[in-house]
């Protein structure tokens, strides 16, 4: 689902986004949900995911090679 910036979301970038490889990712804590956003395009609007629905996409990014 893709919604509008929520009011006091604070954004932070992703542990494993490195300075100009291109790729970051912003997370933000909306107590019971996650956003996720482009960092490079934050205007673009965010995805966001219940935290089960978070934990299991972590759970399948970090199984891949």
Do not use: Y
């Amino acid at each position: 689902m893709n919604t509008p910036e929520p009011s006091p979301a604070h954004w932070r970038k992703s542990s494993h986004s490195g300075g100009d490889e291109g790729e970051c990712v912003e997370i933000a804590d909306l107590h019971d949900q996650i956003a996720i956003r482009d960092s490079k395009a934050p205007h673009t609007g965010h995805l966001t995911l219940t935290r089960q629905n978070f934990a299991t996409l972590l759970t399948h990014l970090t199984s891949q090679p």
